[in-house]
């Protein structure tokens, strides 16, 4: 199950290669084998997580001790790791089977579904189950019609804006669109409210293509048209890093963003150095708990702001996949359910919202998010999707680059899509 | 002779510059660590925080977060382990292979030199996924044994350079005068060179402690768990999640650097030597 | 310690050797190498030749199989990749400046070192922190100095009014790669001090005092004596910091992550890039194997140089 089928020409090496290989991999297996036996649904778990994934490392050990007790003769092991590591991680132990459960991100299942990382469980997750779940969030896990995993956790970025800090410029009623944010931006700039109204997670890093994507959305852009070829520099994806140039240029929007990551918005906002800003939903209860922040009660949130095209939401889901050099995949499903299942979501609901439509109006999850709730039902059914390639990392890693240059002022915006549009092609043919 | 009091003057201010060039950094990491966060955040910032504490040292070690009590400790162990072992062993087999380059004539030595040396030339990143597959396959991975190899394939070459350098420094007539005495070849090495080379022994142990206890890109690719997380992954996943959170973020910083700060302050009077005969005259 | 007389047989040419049993040495030595031989390339023969196996395929993920063979399709392919030169040049300018940098401040900071004032064991002992500092701490520490919003660098200009305020240090590409130099830079500069202090104590005093009686002042000995004599290990330190800068990423990973726009893309870390985030393991397998070449360039310098300077002395 580890080798990967290629109907190429095959050279006598690599056929060779492919046997000794194999003959290591079935050593492997009888050695592991060798473990005592297990019967299907049972033994050692080694599930990857990430540090920080909305859920605290806390609450997931709490779920995963729940777990075992239901379950006793199955016993789980847990890794965090950075994000930026997680999918390194996940690379490297792919051929050697390390983890049964890895956590991916929504942009991954493209990569690991093709190269046949993750496990194809479309026949483990019945029509039934799929339609209680918000579509939205089943596209995270979803790759050429087929299912690679279970979505967990349900995120996208909001507006967040801090209530008094808007009340001094006037601006009565968070703006709804991006022209009144800019608006009420440059009202507060004058008037000395602050000197940066926003602040953003422009490094380079995974985080800028999430805000761009939410710009591009706004304003109708795509990242690929019906062909399949990069559309990101016209129209409303041009606009959208435009847009992102101007605040930078008007000084509106703060210059440590291009060096900032989520964490580093958080504070920024929770030391009152910042007006407006998108981010997830852990921001909420963290820049209005007194001990974290010095504006708590001021920071309220509302659905990302209309572009001329609509008000789309990313989709920075992640759900849970069965990595295929796992020897346990019924266990490492059974886990997968209850990890996701209705009840434990809702239990935890304060730091992630559930995948789960009725959840919504369940007192549990209200109560835990109060002012988060109604407005996620809405966003949640309006999310963008980034490209969906197996050679995403690539694409966005060129992106982040050009995207980057652009807002230093080394390049126009259009020339640095176009370049980018250009290489992007180049990637996809190979 | 000529130590005019206006050099002497300007060597001293000299010194101290460069000392304070050189501690600032690190100077204000520590006080980093124990500055409070509003001082930390402060604008214009203030040098000598207003309210220090040990709180946050208090907190690693005894500290509700028990999770990195227990990481932090654990690390520190498996790199303290990791570290001594490698360089244990490379010293052991490097030994006996630099008496070689230094004594023996053979052919190719220069050859077989440049082959231990050419070992340097790959990155890390060039053998990673290959000696990852080779680790699985012999059930060393998440092993401090496996490190363990991993390093001293590293030290062993370093090991061979610096010693066989310092050997040949060291004058044959003590050597072949116990030899004349009846000592076998091996037993001269351990009888009368190894004891004057033991300033070179310990730069060596030294240069390659620190090379192991820094060591990274294997660590985090091969390690996942406290059986054998080293301090330099621990570190960068601990600033990964106090990212903002600097006063953390440095008092993590200062625990890893305190042993090989340590060790190299206690045997940095070797280092001159050891690179004295070693390297510099090859 | 004293100089080491080469043995009269040392000096022979092999062909010229007594033969005999004394003198064949070779199985002698072999036992003495094999353990090092087994340690060393029993862990690191395989995975070496598996990549360069590898380099000849266009292999696409960590997974065994049958992969089209490119033989050196993935060398051309770097060679025409403008990512690639553009990772080049930058590696090039890191090394060239963090040499040069070490080099000089290594001099500096090596006759300071040498020179007679009391204390001067204490100043040994500062010196030596920097380069003790584990690279990841090192890195963390100098991300939290350059901080564009709470920042020391920024705190202590402002306050001594060289800039009028704050200012971002890594967000921009050119800077980022400064800043990384000066990272580096001050890690290392104590290592080559060493090596210049242990060349220094390796002068003979009686050159200089022959100077004094010549009349000759500070500068003019440092030029015509100390340097010439030093210029060996100068050349040692240029080549194994360029060895090492070639082949740098951990410091890359923690203070930018290659970041940004590129701007901190070493060859290395862009090799990392390939192979684990874009999986293109042939073809990341071939950058290493490049690198490599250019530091088999530069190691054989090494070796070149060595030789000439057992002749000098």
Redesign the interface.
């Known amino acids: 199950m580890?080798?990967?089928?290629?109907s190429?020409?095959?050279?006598k090496?690599?056929?060779r290669?492919?046997l000794e290989?194999?003959a290591?991999?079935t050593g492997l297996l009888l050695l592991s084998g060798c473990g005592g036996g297990q019967s299907a649904g049972s033994g050692t778990l080694n599930a990857l997580f990430m540090k920080q994934a909305a859920y605290s490392e806390t609450d997931v050990k709490n779920m995963t001790e729940q777990f075992q007790k239901q379950n006793p003769d199955i016993n789980v092991n847990l890794t965090f790791v950075a994000y930026?590591a997680l999918?390194?991680k996940i690379?490297?132990a792919?051929?050697a089977g390390t983890y049964d459960t890895v956590l991916v991100d929504v942009v991954w299942p493209a990569?690991f579904a093709s190269?046949?990382?993750i496990v194809d469980i479309t026949d483990r997750f019945p029509e039934s189950e799929r339609s209680k779940i918000f579509s939205g969030a089943l596209k995270t896990t979803e790759y050429e019609g087929r299912y690679y995993g279970v979505p967990w956790i349900l995120d996208t970025k909001y507006f967040y804006y801090n209530k008094s800090m808007l009340g001094e410029a006037s601006v009565n009623s968070p703006p709804d669109t991006w022209d009144g944010v800019v608006e009420a931006a440059r009202a507060m700039k004058s008037k000395g409210v602050v000197e940066y109204p926003l602040v953003w997670s422009w490094?380079?890093?995974e985080a800028i293509i999430c805000d761009y994507a939410t710009l591009l959305g706004a304003y109708g852009g795509q990242f690929f048209d019906e062909r399949g070829k990069p559309a990101f520099n016209t129209g409303g994806g041009l606009q959208a890093l435009e847009f992102m140039r101007m605040t930078l240029d008007e000084k509106i929007s703060n210059?440590?963003s291009?060096?900032s990551l989520e964490e580093d918005v958080r504070r920024?906002i929770s030391q009152g150095?910042a007006a407006m800003v998108l981010n997830w939903t852990y921001m909420f209860s963290l820049t209005n708990d007194p001990n974290e922040s010095q504006v708590a009660g001021q920071i309220d949130i509302a659905h990302t702001p209309k572009g001329p095209a609509g008000t789309p939401g990313v989709n920075g889901s992640m759900g849970m996949a069965i990595a295929n050099g796992s020897q346990n995949q019924d266990a490492a499903w059974k886990y997968i359910q209850f990890m996701t299942s209705q009840k434990i979501q809702n239990q935890y609901a304060e730091l992630s919202l559930p995948i789960w439509k009725s959840s919504y109006d369940d007192k549990q999850v209200v109560q835990a998010l109060p002012q988060v709730v109604p407005i996620a039902k809405e966003q949640l059914n309006d999310m963008i999707l980034r490209p969906v390639v197996p050679?995403y990392?690539?694409v966005s890693?060129t992106l982040?680059?050009?995207i980057?240059?652009a807002l230093?002022g080394?390049k126009t915006p259009k020339q640095a899509l176009d370049d980018a549009a250009k290489e992007v092609a180049e990637t996809l043919k190979s | 002779?000529?130590?005019s009091l206006a050099?002497?003057v300007f060597?001293?201010v000299?010194?101290v510059f460069?000392?304070v060039v050189?501690?600032a950094?690190?100077a204000?990491?520590i006080i980093?660590s124990v500055a409070a966060p509003a001082d930390?955040?402060s604008?214009?910032?203030r040098?000598i925080p207003a309210h220090a504490s040990l709180s946050r040292y208090a907190d690693i070690f005894f500290g509700a977060d028990s999770e990195t009590v227990v990481t932090f400790r654990a690390a520190m162990v498996n790199s303290t382990i990791v570290a001594a072992s490698s360089v244990l062993?490379?010293l052991?087999?490097?030994i006996?292979?630099a008496?070689?380059f230094a004594r023996?004539?053979?052919?190719f030595?220069?050859g077989?030199l440049?082959l231990?040396?050419?070992?340097?030339?790959?990155?890390?990143?060039?053998?990673?996924?290959?000696?990852y597959l080779?680790m699985v396959q012999l059930h060393l991975l998440d092993t401090k044994l496996g490190l363990i190899?991993?390093y001293?394939?590293?030290i062993?070459?370093f090991v061979?350079w610096i010693m066989s350098g310092y050997f040949?420094?060291?004058?044959?007539d003590l050597e072949d005068a116990a030899r004349i005495d009846g000592c076998s070849?091996i037993g001269a090495l351990f009888r009368v060179v190894l004891p004057l080379a033991r300033p070179g022994l310990l730069a060596t142990a030294l240069f390659g402690f620190?090379l192991a206890?820094?060591e990274?890109?294997y660590a985090l690719i091969f390690t996942s768990s406290l059986n054998s997380k080293t301090?330099?992954v621990a570190?960068?996943e601990f600033?990964g999640r106090h990212a903002v959170d600097?006063g953390m973020?440095?008092t993590g910083?200062v625990l890893?650097?305190l042993p090989?700060?340590v060790?190299?302050?206690v045997f940095?009077?070797y280092?001159?030597?050891g690179?004295?005969?070693g390297?510099?005259?090859? | 310690?004293?100089?080491?007389?080469p043995?009269r047989?040392?000096k022979l040419p092999?062909s010229m050797?007594p033969k005999g049993r004394a003198?064949r040495?070779?199985p002698?030595?072999?036992i003495?190498?094999l353990?090092?031989?087994v340690?060393?390339f029993?862990?690191?023969l395989?995975?070496?030749l598996?990549?360069l196996y590898?380099s000849l395929?266009d292999v696409?993920?960590?997974?065994?199989?049958?992969?089209?063979?490119v033989g050196l399709g993935n060398y051309l392919e770097a060679l025409e990749r403008a990512e690639f030169w553009a990772a080049m040049l930058r590696t090039a300018y890191f090394t060239l400046s963090t040499t040069v940098l070490e080099v000089v401040l290594g001099i500096l900071?090596g006759l300071?070192l040498n020179?007679?004032?009391r204390?001067?064991?204490l100043?040994?002992?500062?010196?030596?922190?920097?380069?003790?500092?584990?690279?990841?701490?090192n890195g963390?520490?100098?991300r939290?100095?350059l901080?564009?919003?709470?920042g020391?660098l920024n705190?202590l200009l402002?306050?001594l009014h060289i800039i009028p305020e704050?200012?971002?240090w890594?967000?921009?590409?050119w800077m980022a790669l400064n800043m990384v130099v000066i990272a580096d830079v001050?890690k290392m500069t104590?290592l080559a001090a060493?090596?210049i202090?242990?060349?220094l104590?390796?002068i003979p005093r009686d050159l200089?005092?022959a100077a004094?009686v010549d009349g000759a002042g500070?500068l003019r000995t440092f030029f015509s004596i100390t340097l010439p004599l030093l210029t060996?290990?100068i050349l040692?330190i240029l080549v194994l910091r360029t060895?090492e800068a070639?082949?740098v990423?951990?410091i890359i990973?923690?203070m930018t992550?290659?970041?940004?726009?590129?701007g901190t893309q070493t060859i290395?870390y862009y090799?990392?890039?390939e192979?684990?985030?874009?999986?293109l393991?042939g073809y990341?397998?071939a950058l290493?194997?490049v690198?490599?070449l250019f530091?088999?360039f530069f190691?054989i310098i090494y070796?070149r140089l060595?030789r000439r300077?057992?002749v000098e002395?």
């Open positions: 580890s080798a990967g089928e290629r190429n020409e095959r050279r090496l690599s056929r290669e492919f290989l194999g290591a991999g930026e999918h390194d690379v490297a792919a051929p990569e190269k046949k990382m490094a380079q890093a210059p440590a291009t060096e920024i150095e050679q990392n690539d890693h982040q680059v050009e980057q240059q230093a080394d | 002779m000529r130590t050099f002497k060597i001293y000299a010194a460069a000392s050189i501690l950094p690190f204000w990491l980093s930390l955040l604008k214009p910032l040098w062993i490379s052991g087999v490097g006996f292979g008496y070689a023996l004539q053979f052919r030595q220069r077989i440049l231990f040396l050419s070992t340097y030339m790959l990155p890390p990143i060039a053998i990673l996924i290959s000696l080779m190899l991993v001293c394939s590293f062993t070459p061979l040949r420094s060291i004058p044959r070849r620190l206890w820094d990274f890109l301090i330099p570190i960068a600033t600097f973020m440095t910083g890893a650097s090989p700060l060790i190299a302050f940095q009077r280092i001159v030597g690179l004295a005969s390297a510099v005259k090859g | 310690m004293t100089q080491a007389r043995g047989l040392e092999r050797l003198f040495q070779g002698t030595a072999l003495l190498l353990p090092s031989l340690v060393v029993g862990i690191v395989y995975p070496l598996r990549t590898t395929f696409n993920s960590a997974f065994p199989g049958s992969y089209p063979f900071l300071l020179a007679e004032f204390g001067r064991w100043l040994r002992s500062i010196v030596i922190l920097p380069w003790a500092l584990p690279t990841v701490v963390a520490m100098w939290w100095i901080n564009p919003s709470y020391a705190a402002t306050q704050y200012r971002s890594l967000g921009t590409p001050w104590p060493f090596f202090l242990a060349a104590q390796t200089y005092e004094w500070r060996p290990t040692i060895m070639f082949k990423f951990d990973y923690v992550r290659g970041g940004p726009a590129d290395a090799t990392y890039v192979a684990f985030s874009n999986q393991f990341g397998a290493a194997y690198i490599a530091i088999l190691a070796m060595l300077g057992e002395y």
